[in-house]
């Protein structure tokens, strides 16, 4: 995208931020490689702007042609400003070290979650040895009743706030089943109350979720550490996972 004339009015200059930003949220969504007519779609946006984006963000390496159909995605320039961020942030660091250790010492996977926009998404994530392996893959976008993590990301808020964040569908589970909104407020409070939540057959009917939050200085949950394991794991099991949880989170929270 070329730079805007000077004197250009702000919002002019904020629309074409916007339309660059929509289209890297878009690939992101699909999170496969595309045609720009397809992305213009979704975003739309005349495919003229589109187009004049993608070529300068071809230029900049932040998106790269692939095959021969016109298809764009991500560059290598992504994966560097990837990089500079995880090696700048010892948060981050720390975090995937933690994954790793949770994830070998119990066989079981591990992530590493967070709030994106009014979103869950899974920010890192580790297989364990066991042969149980159903996860959210890296960057994906799901709704916050859904977990363990989403009741522990917004227990900082009060029943009115949240009622105002999460979008009245979300409470509708993968399997058709609703929600209660009432329930899912005094969820939060007991998530709150505990320090840990635990959530079984909600996204998934064979899995349970453990969660335990890292928190700032203030005590807002900033992300949190989860295991995912088979719904019918022994209770002893879930103990011993959870505790670990809540230790390292404890470790990592900047109020420790």
Avoid at 53 to 70: K, T
Avoid at 99 to 121: E, F, I, M
Avoid at 175 to 180: A, C, F, M, P
Wanted: charged letters at 25%.
């Amino acid at each position: 995208m070329a730079a805007p004339k000077k004197g250009a009015p702000p919002a002019e200059r904020q629309n074409g931020i916007d339309r660059t930003i929509d289209l890297l949220e878009a690939l992101l969504h699909l999170r496969a490689p595309s045609k720009l007519s397809d992305l213009a779609k979704q975003m739309g946006a005349p495919r003229s702007t589109v187009y004049a984006i993608a070529n300068r963000l071809i230029e900049a390496d932040l998106l790269e042609s692939v095959g021969e159909g016109g298809q764009v995605y991500f560059g290598k320039a992504v994966h560097l400003y990837g990089q500079a961020y995880a090696e700048a942030n010892p948060l981050h660091r720390r975090c995937g070290e933690a994954l790793d250790r949770l994830a070998t010492r119990h066989s079981a996977t591990a992530q590493l979650c967070a709030l994106r926009g009014r979103k869950y998404v899974v920010v890192d994530t580790r297989d364990g040895s066991g042969l149980f392996r159903i996860t959210t893959d890296v960057g994906v976008e799901v709704p916050l009743p859904w977990t363990a993590s989403g009741r522990l990301l917004l227990d900082h808020m009060s029943p009115t706030e949240i009622r105002a964040f999460v979008p009245k569908e979300d409470f509708r589970l993968p399997d058709g089943r609703v929600l209660d909104v009432d329930d899912f407020i005094k969820d939060v409070a007991r998530a709150r109350r505990d320090g840990k939540c635990v959530t079984t057959a909600l996204s998934d009917r064979f899995t349970s979720c453990l969660a335990a939050p890292i928190r700032d200085k203030k005590g807002v949950a900033v992300a949190t550490l989860c295991f995912v394991i088979p719904a019918d794991s022994l209770k002893a099991r879930r103990t011993a996972l959870l505790d670990d949880l809540v230790a390292t989170a404890t470790e990592l929270s900047d109020s420790h």
